[in-house]
């Protein structure tokens, strides 16, 4: 069979469905070795940058530098302090090659313009192009990073007092500090984010449905054939910047006033000593990530501003009217306006959708998902292009419908951390043959923002309210338990079992039992579904 001819119909399958149909003729076409599309793209090349068949290389760079100075005071004989600057300087990411394309910032909102999110009808930018990597599109400030620590023992006292600060001095230590550390950021964030413009590879791939001149009919191609369809021919040699974004394409870019993200943590703890031996510890720790980097989508569909919600309550209205009052008897799909009482015309999804019978659309108005119908027209271009002929703005849902199919994405300082936990603490080091060291910590960790992450991917539930992505981390243990010891067995010299023979000494000398415990609360498991 081939594309105009086809064997496995009813006629020559009696009694067979339309699966059992396609079945026959995929299974055919794999023991015939026939070849249904071939998926290629080729790659920029760094030596003439042209586009052929090669494995790809990418060389970049990233330069950074640091300044570090400590010192340690001692104020008085039982309170010292320590001191600590550090001074860093992160460079831009730099593509050495120049394989890679950008967008600009302004790029990143389009037709919208810049910082105009919501606002259908503002349209005061342009449709972002990509254009060849050229300088910095971000440039880090010197960052200063002070630390402080201070280690004071604890006056001896008598009495109710002395059960805390102990009866002798340097039973008892208090110590806190305060540290800022930058974060360093791994090449996979920039070369991921570059990687996903256009221009360093180019997609070649054909079939008889996309590309027919050059493939042929369905069926006419096989493994065995002495040269497979290519389009590579037809293809351009080497990117011609700027290149124009095609609405299934995705932008991506950097913040221009991005910083290194750091965290700032703090602790503070008492020491006191049980016995010559044995010391009890209770400590609080935390630390808070700060401008932490986060790749977040700027294409979040709007419902409000621009009054789809309020049609999308009368589609509703329509169809459980349609459907005799109750909209989850499926009667009928009709949510239009078919001159029933209380039905009222729905111009935007009519005009968007093309009828008012669909299917799909009838479906998520039964189950209220507004977003989910919003976004079948946001990124189908046909259904948008109906909307924009009808004289609705081209940003009617979306900040950059040039690529709203794709995304627009931009890397920002957005994200945060926070962890605090409490933890109370005995060790015993090693004497008479036995050491212990056992804690409990009580902790909590959040994250707003990419918590395990390479990419720093992690876009908001809703740009309108970010806190609302504030959550357990996905390594947020709340509670733990941690046991380890050694126990050294009582035989060898000095010991209180020994031997006087030197081979049965020395066999059974040296001993030691060693064990590790750890229990502890489980990692957050999140669910995610809809309620009726």
């Known amino acids: 069979f081939n594309g105009s001819t086809n064997i496995f119909t009813p006629a020559n399958l009696p009694g067979s469905t339309s699966t059992q149909q396609s079945q026959a003729a995929n299974l055919y076409a794999d023991v015939t070795g026939r070849v249904s599309g071939i998926t290629q793209q080729v790659v920029l090349n760094e030596a003439n940058h042209q586009y052929g068949i090669s494995a790809p290389i990418d060389r970049d760079h990233m330069r950074e530098l640091g300044m570090f100075v400590q010192d340690q005071w001692r104020i008085s ?89 102990g009866h002798h001095s340097g039973a008892a230590v208090l110590r806190g500090g305060y ?51 290519s389009r590579i021919s037809s293809l351009p040699t080497t990117p011609s910047y700027p290149i124009a974004a095609a609405f299934t394409n995705s932008v991506n870019g950097f913040d221009p006033h991005l910083k290194i993200g750091y965290v700032q943590s703090w602790n503070l703890s008492y020491q006191r000593e049980l016995d010559r031996n044995t010391v009890l510890e209770l400590r609080y720790n935390g630390n808070h990530g700060t401008d932490l980097w986060r790749q977040i989508g700027l294409n979040e569909v709007n419902i409000f501003e621009n009054g789809f919600l309020s049609e999308f309550q009368i589609a509703q209205n329509n169809l459980a009217i349609a459907r005799g009052g109750n909209i989850t008897n499926a009667t009928t799909n009709n949510y239009g306006n078919q001159g029933l009482a209380g039905q009222k015309n729905i111009p935007i999804i009519q005009t968007a959708i093309g009828n008012t019978t669909d299917t799909t659309t009838a479906t998520n108005l039964m189950l209220g998902a507004a977003g989910t119908v919003a976004n079948s027209i946001a990124t189908n271009a046909a259904r948008m292009a109906s909307l924009t002929a009808a004289g609705y703005p081209s940003n009617f849902f979306v900040v950059n419908p040039t690529i709203a199919g794709g995304g627009s994405y931009v890397l920002t300082n957005a994200g945060s951390s926070y962890y605090n936990a409490g933890i109370v603490e005995v060790r015993r080091r090693l004497s008479s043959g036995v ?98």
Do not use: C
């Not at 460079?91 to 389009?110: E, I, K, M, R, T």
């Open 179 to 229: 540290a800022i550390s930058t974060v360093r950021e791994g090449m996979n964030v920039y070369q991921s984010l570059f990687a996903q413009n256009q221009g360093i590879t180019l997609d070649a791939s054909t079939s008889p449905t996309t590309f027919p001149a050059n493939f042929g009919p369905g069926g006419s191609v096989n493994f065995n054939d002495s040269v497979l369809p």
């Open 77 to 165: 004989p039982s309170l010292t302090a320590t001191l600590g600057f550090r001074l860093e300087k992160q460079f831009a990411f730099v593509n050495q090659d120049s394989l890679y394309s950008q967008v600009s910032y302004a790029g990143l909102f389009g037709v919208s313009g810049v910082g105009n999110l919501f606002q259908p009808g503002t349209l005061t930018g342009s449709a972002p192009v990509y254009t060849q990597i050229n300088g910095n599109p971000y440039e880090p400030p010197l960052f200063p990073a002070p630390s402080v620590g201070l280690a004071w023992q604890l006056p001896s006292k008598e009495g109710f007092l002395g059960a805390i600060t």
């Open 435 to 532: 050491q212990l060291q056992a804690s409990y910590t009580w902790a909590k960790a959040l994250a707003n923002g990419s918590a395990n992450s390479s990419s720093d991917f992690s876009t908001p539930t809703t740009l309108r309210n970010r806190n609302l992505d504030k959550i357990p981390e996905l390594f947020d243990i709340r509670n733990a338990i941690k046991i380890n010891g050694i126990y050294e067995l009582p035989f060898g010299p000095g010991r209180r079992f020994n031997s006087s023979n030197v081979v049965a000494r020395k066999i059974i000398e040296g001993w030691q039992i060693a064990g590790v415990a750890r229990l502890q609360s489980g990692t957050p498991l999140f669910q995610i579904g809809r309620a009726h």
